[in-house]
């Protein structure tokens, strides 16, 4: 595999970064998928205690939570499917390099940094 450049001061995200960048996002995904057979055991364990309870709060917790869970598996998914096709690091808007240190710390980064916080600001 060759060296990715990354950012604007060509900062290199070396063959050990990906591998490494891999596997965080194979563990999240792992995390992900545990995290969402939880929710669903969770919500069959406890149909008995909705009907004589109603605890919409809980419900609507655990609703909010599943459905974070699923689209950060989803991020994390397409992040791998990126890595494979030789897309990983570019910026889904602007098409510049996803800086180094910003794909080290959210592995499953679609933007850059710049990009984000247009994105945010948004909102």
């Given at each position: 595999?060759?060296?990715?450049?990354?950012?604007e001061r060509d900062t290199v995200l070396t063959p050990e970064d990906l591998a490494a960048l891999r596997e965080s996002l194979h563990e999240q995904r792992l995390f992900r998928q545990e995290q969402l057979r939880q929710f669903a055991v969770h919500?069959?364990?406890?149909?008995?205690?909705?009907r004589?309870?109603?605890?919409?709060?809980?419900?609507?917790?655990?609703?909010?939570?599943?459905?974070?869970?699923?689209?950060?598996?989803?991020d994390v998914e397409a992040a791998?499917?990126?890595?494979?096709s030789?897309?990983?690091?570019?910026?889904?808007?602007?098409?510049r390099a996803v800086e180094r240190h910003r794909l080290l710390i959210v592995p499953q980064a679609r933007y850059c940094g710049r990009c984000?916080?247009?994105?945010?600001?948004?909102r």
């Open positions: 595999m060759t060296h990715q450049t990354i950012g919500s069959s364990d406890r149909a008995d205690d909705r004589r309870e109603a605890d919409a709060a809980r419900i609507e917790v655990g609703v909010k939570l599943a459905a974070s869970a699923r689209m950060v598996l989803a791998l499917a990126r890595m494979d030789g897309q990983y690091g570019t910026c889904h808007l602007c098409r984000q916080q247009v994105r945010e600001a948004g």
